[in-house]
């Protein structure tokens, strides 16, 4: 009887995430806490901030530097082998920028770069780090 209510309210659940238009079904999802920064996602941001100042440079916003403040691991799958890095970062002139960034899981043949998702801007250093998709 409980697992069929239980049943009925994710279905339930399921139906309204789609009719309000919002469906975020990731199965096998853990994110973490906050965690302070290190050198190994220091270096991520590192290099994806090109693409960082192309997609700030279209808002008209100079970036003088991209210190990672902190940050939130997503990790996907049954084995938790696809990366998504959520970060905060100081962008300089006391500007906070929130950063979804994909770190594809390495071949044999290949480490995939990493590849900017999605940036929340302007973000104060007291916001938790969250995105939508990830709720």
């Not at 096998?28 to 941001?45: A, C, D, R, W």
């Not at 210190?67 to 905060?88: C, M």
Request: aromatic share 6%; net charge neutral; charged share 25%.
């Amino acid at each position: 009887m409980t697992l069929r209510v239980f049943s009925i309210i994710l279905i339930a659940t399921a139906l309204v995430g789609v009719w309000a238009g919002k469906a975020k079904v990731i199965p096998n999802i853990h994110v973490s806490k906050e965690l302070p920064p290190n050198p190994e996602v220091q270096h991520i941001l590192d290099s994806i901030k090109p693409q960082i100042e192309k997609e700030l440079r279209h808002l008209f916003i100079e970036m003088s530097k991209l210190t990672l403040l902190a940050y939130r691991e997503v990790l996907f799958g049954p084995k938790r082998e696809d990366l998504d890095i959520l970060t905060k970062a100081d962008i300089g002139m006391k500007s906070v920028i929130h950063i979804d960034v994909e770190q594809p899981e390495p071949t044999k043949h290949e480490i995939p770069p990493p590849t900017l998702l999605h940036y929340q801007y302007p973000k104060n250093v007291t916001d938790p780090i969250t995105f939508d998709r990830f709720l």
